[in-house]
């Protein structure tokens, strides 16, 4: 029993590293997407951030949002994947950061 569990597990780790890259774009342009609404919603709506959460696509559940009021940015992040920050400037509204590979 305990090596069919290793094996599992060597098995998963190895399509999950196989797989990494794209797992990795996935879950950046999903962080992307959320920060963006979530900003615009936010700073440009007026709306709670708990009350953003509305405007996401199905499947995007796991994706948390955090605010910082002083800079006027709100963060996505999809855990231990990738995250963005979405920023609002008077007159411009909300911008990304750029990604970086």
């Not at 569990?5 to 999950?16: K, P, T």
Request: aromatic share 10%; glycine share 8%.
């Amino acid at each position: 029993m305990r090596r069919f569990l290793v094996a599992v597990l060597m098995v998963f780790a190895a399509l999950l590293a196989w797989n990494w890259r794209p797992l990795n774009a996935f879950a950046l342009t999903g962080a992307s997407y959320a920060a963006r609404v979530g900003c615009a919603c936010r700073y440009v709506g007026g709306r709670s951030l708990s009350d953003c959460r509305k405007d996401f696509e199905p499947g995007m559940e796991l994706v948390i949002l955090s605010e910082d009021r002083v800079t006027k940015s709100v963060t996505a992040r999809f855990p231990l994947l990738a995250t963005q920050t979405g920023t609002y400037r008077e007159g411009e509204g909300c911008r990304l950061e750029p990604w970086r590979e």
